[in-house]
């Protein structure tokens, strides 16, 4: 997953790991040889329009909105008429200083807009002159705001969050561990960190908490899954 940060010349770049501390407590309980935390490539602005959210300065809002309104400018020298109607509804809104992330677009509203690369359609995160050197809380509220969530795997070699977009199912889940569990993808046995808190530990979870779900169960943040696979 890719971010732009946006006039904030110092912020540190790079792939940055998504702090959290619900995996913090596993990795107490569990001791596991190794735990790994999902990551985010942190870039310049350079990348803005590659970036799947951006970071940016609250001072450097209107130079966000100028970016899209330079791009509207360029498309009605060349588009057709679809695409005309929708660039001059959108416009005054940009001109008013709204983002485009913002208003209410329609579906199909909302695909022209990201064929286009509109840049205030993306996630963005404003940052005050105050917060923008918390760092890790920034990156933290970005993988939020990009609608990402994560759930745990567990076995005996290795502790790991892995990235999911909301609303992606445990056969997508699957698929992101191995292609090989998402091929023979039997059932998930799943439990939740909330259950881990509130039943006291892992294995009391496992025990009382855990139900097995089918491949269109919609992953909630911080599921812990087990996959039962066959190939």
Known sequence: MKISVFGISDFPLGKKIIPDARLDKLKELL??????????????????????????LAAKK??????????????????NAQEKEFL???????EKESLLNELNLSD??????????????????FLTEENFHDSASAI??????????????????????????????AFDAAGFVHSDIQRGFIKAEVFNFKDVEELGGFNQA?????????????VKDADIINFRFNV
Request: proline residues 5%; charged residues 25%; aromatic residues 6%.
């Open 108 to 125: 199909n509203e909302i695909r022209l807009a990201q064929n286009l690369n509109f840049i205030t359609l993306k996630p963005i995160l």
């Open 62 to 79: 209107l130079d966000l909105i100028l970016l899209d309104l330079e791009l509207i400018e360029n498309r009605l020298l060349c588009c």
């Open 140 to 169: 933290k509220n970005i993988y939020q705001l990009c609608n990402m969530i994560c759930f745990f795997t567990s076995n005996q070699n290795e502790l790991r969050s892995w990235p999911l977009k909301k609303g992606q199912t």
């Open 206 to 218: 496992k025990t009382r908490a855990m139900h097995l779900e089918s491949k269109d169960y919609i």
């Open 31 to 56: 001791r596991p040889p190794k735990t790994t935390y999902p990551q985010l490539e942190v870039n310049d602005e350079k990348t803005i329009k590659d970036g799947q959210g951006i970071i940016s």
């Open 88 to 94: 001059q509804r959108i416009q005054p809104e940009l």
